[in-house]
């Protein structure tokens, strides 16, 4: 008999899927290839009392991923909001919250920006001008110290199903901890299901929050890249390029060295930020645009 459910961890060819009557069930996918991530439904057979096989794969409403010229890696399924955290301390990547936001923006999923560690309040300034440019552009920003408490944050998540990303060293786990009073015992109990043991940091994990809304915690990056979107895609990602599309002089204007560039123009006129500007250039010239 086939049954349906999530995926409420990933890790390796090892899944964990959640039934619909609460219980979970130990999964593998049939064959070789296995591109499931976090928050897929699927539909699994019973293979044993203790684990099952995946048969299939529910169509998603959403994919987040990241790629480079080699190979993709899945983030997370069916999600309707990502969470950025960024932290006053360690310092974060600007260039890392835009490529977020424009993975975000192709997928058309809400983003939401995290500020953590608000309690340091000699690096407060400089963390908030870095994300200035962001703000302007309209990008919902919250401002916390998630020691302290995560309560301003619950209505934001209520509704949605949102995946945290982020570098290391932001705070997310405490985030999640905050957020999921029983989120450490759910980690050790889904790394003895997957049988995953230290690599516990290491896959995506979906918590409940409520029957509503659910939240997945993900790895920590250092890198994402966008290898799988288009020229078109990665317009489409800058928001403040829209209203600019379709007037350049040229109709495949690569909004580079070409005149009559009105993106270019914008960028001159101060109307388009010139480090966002910088980011959609190299963002062309790592995907060949």
Not at 7 to 32: I, N, Q, S, W
Not at 83 to 94: K, L, Q
Not at 166 to 174: D, E
């Amino acid at each position: 008999m086939k049954l349906e459910g999530t995926v409420v961890a990933a890790h390796g060819r090892h899944y964990l899927v959640e039934l619909a009557d609460g219980g979970t069930l130990p999964c593998f996918p049939r064959g070789k290839k296995s591109d499931l991530a976090c928050g897929d439904r699927v539909t699994v057979a019973r293979s044993g009392d203790a684990q099952g096989v995946i048969e299939s794969v529910l169509p998603r409403q959403t994919l987040l991923y990241r790629s480079n010229e080699f190979r993709q890696k899945l983030i997370a399924a069916n999600v309707t909001q990502i969470v950025i955290v960024v932290a006053t301390e360690p310092s974060f990547s600007e260039e890392l919250i835009t490529r977020c936001l424009v993975a975000a923006e192709s997928q058309d999923i809400r983003a939401l920006i995290v500020l953590n560690k608000c309690d340091l309040s000699e690096r407060l300034l400089q963390a908030e001008a870095t994300l200035a440019p962001f703000a302007r552009l309209g990008y919902p920003q919250l401002h916390l110290c998630a020691k302290t408490s995560v309560e301003p944050l619950r209505p934001l998540l209520a509704g949605q199903t949102s995946v945290l990303v982020g570098q290391s060293g932001m705070g997310k786990s405490t985030l999640v901890n905050a957020l999921i009073p029983d989120a450490n015992a759910r980690t050790r109990e889904i790394s003895e299901a997957l049988d995953s043991g230290k690599h516990t940091t290491t896959h995506a994990t979906l918590y409940r929050i409520d029957d509503e809304s659910a939240l997945i915690d993900s790895p920590g990056l250092q890198e994402f890249g966008l290898h799988h979107l288009s020229g078109g895609e990665l317009e489409h990602g800058f928001r403040e390029f829209r209203e600019f599309i379709g007037q350049c002089r040229f109709r495949n204007c690569r909004h580079d060295k070409e005149p009559g560039c009105v993106i270019r123009q914008a960028v001159e006129s101060g109307q388009i930020d010139s480090g966002r500007y910088a980011s959609f250039r190299t963002l062309c010239r790592e995907t060949g645009q």
